[in-house]
């Protein structure tokens, strides 16, 4: 490979808005504000809901008995 070809792959701290830091690498070469992380993620912390538009979960719910 030429030795200058490739960006810097620096490593960098993550900052989510719940207070999550943790460091990672990337071509970005700054650190980085994220929303949402696996720590405060609804669907990593198990506590994602279901959006029913017009009844169609209770539908799928009823037709196969769950």
Same mark, same amino acid.
């Given at each position: 490979?030429?030795?200058?070809?490739?960006?810097?792959?620096?490593?960098? /701290?993550?900052?989510?808005?719940?207070?999550? =830091?943790?460091?990672?690498?990337? $071509? %970005? +070469? #700054?650190?980085?504000?994220?929303?949402?992380?696996? /720590?405060?993620?609804?669907?990593?912390?198990? =506590?994602?809901?279901?959006?029913? $538009? %017009? +009844? #169609?979960?209770?539908?799928?719910?009823?037709?196969?008995?769950?």
């Amino acid at each position: 490979m030429k030795p200058e070809t490739h960006p810097e792959y620096a490593e960098i /701290q993550v900052t989510c808005s719940c207070g999550n =830091k943790f460091s990672t690498r990337s $071509t %970005a +070469g #700054r650190n980085l504000g994220i929303e949402v992380c696996a /720590q405060c993620h609804p669907f990593y912390t198990g =506590k994602q809901k279901i959006v029913d $538009t %017009a +009844g #169609r979960v209770e539908k799928f719910r009823q037709k196969y008995s769950m």
